[in-house]
């Protein structure tokens, strides 16, 4: 076996690839940019190397860096994990020559596969399914139109080197086709420098399955079922499991079987994914294939109990697979939730800075519910505008796709982050709601589920009371405190203390006590009683566990300058808890008056100002372009949200912006 490898990759999947080979006995080396200094996974490996500056281009994209790394290191081979230059052939090309192991398919296979029109080509002589629509490049907007109109509405334009959802457009009309031509070469040129576009049928309301393959050098493929993959934002995925809800055995052999059949045709020899679209019919169609270690890969390790780092390294060791198909089942159900530095409440845009807290959930097994957190970030780190912004991969394994639902669920409680904007709230809100729960899922879920984008989970009543009864303990015991009488003798705790507690501005009068059931919180005006009882909480801790009535309960509770911010599942909240008296005092003062957003376009992330769209005194109608803002390798475009008059532009390209900065003014 390998006695060293380097890891060219960093964060998250970096510390999933040293963990394996640490468990193997094999030496790692990490390496890292300017930005990574001091990273988790420059921590976790034996060596590390630093490569260059923070942009990619200047580090983790560097071929001639990473492979003089391996010279000075003595590493044998090389794992890429994913994005970066895991799907270049050129880079498997250059290790090869260099005498270095690249631990992922053969060139050949990465070439034949990278691109998604000559893939399309290469799985319809293999008889794999694929999408029905015009199987060559198109010229121009005409040739767009024309061709779209012989498919029949709606079409999907598609970049042929498009990745990570991007070069992307359906068109429902002839307007459509010709403008969504130019929109997607145009994207797919800055993106990839490559403006070729092709046209497919759009399956309505699809669900995005994938089956993973597993190969090795001596012609032996296998699959490891499914996953499904359907709960997306802006085509990239957020939520996945393993199996498909959808799927029966005999559609799952039959993917798997055209699946095994185009890595065949490749000579696939590692761990690859074929993407299928499925309709509401069961018709499966090959989208494309990722010559890589998937982001979604562990629900698939979680169910089938193989390691598929370790059997990616093995294969490119030169051993042939030990697992047949087979040895191949399916245990229980896996959920995963990619947990994103982005604000669900303002479309999902990425938000960046320091972790100033992050306490995930531990790694464990209670009951028939196990929890894994795949994460390459600690409490301190940044979150820079650099990489990719995602913080941790949560997943849950259970029996059954419900209680792995509510696992999940309970994890999302239990995973305290402060810092930077973040995605739970909303992971939590879908994994509650009825046609998740039941698998009545689409790649239009989010749109179907919030058109108007997230705005929170509306509080439950159960949850309202289990808010006012940590607030009213958190605050009597920091009053307590804050008194110096905690250790004054039992009755006088026995006291009741009087408390106006105000939940979303909503007053209630509540009066507290200790009695013999527990913290009894008596909700005067709503006639009923809180008792708490098995209360893990101390000041300065951010989670609350307790019983509410004898149910058990996670909240996370973020002190304020005036009471507590509390989040439970998909629903945040404000809750305050004051002497009356003091009440009365608060009650008076004026309401902070936010900004009228009617009259201002507002920066709703830190970045970069790439373009200007308004001048001073012009008109501007809904929806149009004001200015596009870089931030996190994306190009934003932050619209008018209502008609007006531009009355001061505050802003010009190049100008370094911070979330909440006013960029126009109307008048
Ligand atoms: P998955 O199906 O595993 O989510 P994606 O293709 O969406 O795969 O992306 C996997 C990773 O690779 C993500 O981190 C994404 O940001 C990155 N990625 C995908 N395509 C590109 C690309 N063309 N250039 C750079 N990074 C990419
Ligand atoms: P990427 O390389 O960006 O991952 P894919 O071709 O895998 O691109 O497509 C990404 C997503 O776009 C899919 O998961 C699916 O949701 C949607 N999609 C792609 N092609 C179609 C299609 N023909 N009809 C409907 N949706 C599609
Ligand atoms: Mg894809």
Redesign the pocket.
């Known amino acids: 076996m390998f006695k060293k490898i380097l890891i060219a990759n960093r964060g998250e999947i970096a510390c999933r690839v040293i963990k394996t080979a640490k468990r193997m006995g094999i030496q790692t080396v990490a390496v890292y940019s300017d930005a990574d200094k001091g990273g988790m996974h420059v921590d976790m490996a034996d060596e590390a190397v630093h490569i260059g500056g923070a942009a990619a281009a200047d580090s983790y994209l560097r071929a001639d860096r990473i492979i003089q790394a391996c010279k000075d290191t003595g590493a044998e081979a090389v794992h890429p994990g ?2 970066f230059l895991s799907e270049r052939a050129e880079f498997a090309e250059q290790l090869k020559a260099a005498n270095i192991v690249f631990i992922g398919p053969n060139p050949h296979a990465i070439e034949a596969m990278g691109d998604k029109i000559e893939s399309k080509k290469f799985a319809a002589k293999a008889e794999v399914n694929t999408v029905p629509g015009y199987m060559g490049i198109i010229k121009d907007s005409a040739e767009a139109v024309k061709i779209s109109d012989e498919i029949g509405y709606p079409v999907m334009l598609k970049a042929s080197a498009g ?3 991007k070069g992307m457009r359906i068109a429902w009309n002839a307007k459509e086709a010709s403008e969504g031509f130019a929109a997607a070469s145009d994207e797919a040129k800055k ?2 420098g490559d403006d070729r576009v092709f046209i497919e049928k759009f399956i309505t309301n699809p669900r995005h399955i994938e089956i993973q393959i597993l190969g090795d050098n001596h012609g032996n493929v296998i699959h490891l079922n499914e996953r499904e993959c359907s709960i997306q934002r802006r085509n ?2 957020v939520l996945e499991e393993a199996p498909s809800p959808f799927l029966d055995a005999e559609t799952r052999a039959k993917m798997g079987a055209q699946a095994i059949a185009l890595a065949q045709a490749v000579d696939y020899d590692s761990a690859g994914t074929v993407e299928f679209i499925v309709d509401g019919e069961k018709n499966f169609y090959f989208l494309e294939m ?1 010559t890589r270690l ?3 890969h562990p629900v698939t390790e979680m169910i089938t109990g193989v390691d598929l780092v370790e059997q990616m390294i093995r294969v490119a060791y030169g051993q042939k697979l030990t697992l047949s198909q087979d040895d191949i089942g399916i245990n229980g159900w896996a959920m995963e939730a990619r947990i994103y530095a982005e604000d669900p409440y303002r479309k999902f845009l990425p938000s960046i800075g320091r972790l100033v807290r992050c306490q995930p959930p531990k790694e464990e097994t209670i009951g028939t519910v196990t929890i894994r957190n795949d994460t390459g970030i600690r409490e301190g780190d940044e979150v820079s505008m650099f990489y ?1 912004p995602m913080i941790s991969k949560l997943i849950a394994h259970a029996p059954t796709r419900l209680e792995a639902t509510d696992g999940l669920l309970d994890a999302l409680d239990r995973f305290h982050l402060q810092g930077v904007g973040n995605n739970i709230p909303f992971l939590a809100a879908v994994c509650e709601e009825e046609n998740y729960r039941t698998g009545n899922i689409s790649t239009n879920y989010i749109a179907e589920h919030y058109p108007e984008g997230f705005g929170g989970s509306p509080l439950r009543e159960e949850q309202a009371e289990m808010m006012m009864a940590a607030a009213v303990y958190a605050q009597d015991l920091l009053d307590r405190r804050a008194r110096r009488v905690t250790g004054q003798i039992l009755h006088k705790e026995r006291q009741q203390t009087e408390w106006a507690v105000m939940i979303n501005r909503e007053p209630h009068s509540t009066l507290a006590s200790y009695t013999d059931e527990g913290f009894e919180v008596r909700v005067q005006d709503q006639d009923k009683t809180l008792v708490l009882t098995d209360i893990r909480w101390r000041p300065g801790q951010a989670l609350f566990h307790a019983q509410l009535n004898g149910h058990g309960f996670v909240i996370t509770l973020k002190p304020e300058l005036e009471g507590f911010t509390l989040r439970n599942r998909g629903t945040t909240a404000r809750v305050t808890a004051m002497k009356p008296r003091e009440a009365e005092l608060y009650s008076k003062l004026p309401e902070k008056q936010g900004l009228d957003t009617a009259k201002f376009v507002i920066c709703p992330m830190p970045g970069l100002v790439l373009d200007v769209d308004v001048t001073k005194g012009q008109e501007v109608k809904e929806g149009e372009t004001i200015a596009i803002v870089e931030a996190m390798k994306m190009q934003n475009i932050i619209r008018a949200e209502h008609d007006g008059t531009v009355k001061a532009v505050n802003v010009k390209p190049g100008d370094a912006v911070a979330a909440d900065d006013v960029l126009v003014e109307f008048a």
């Open positions: 994913f994005g990745g990570g959802g993106s990839f990239q995925k990722n998937q982001v979604e990719d």
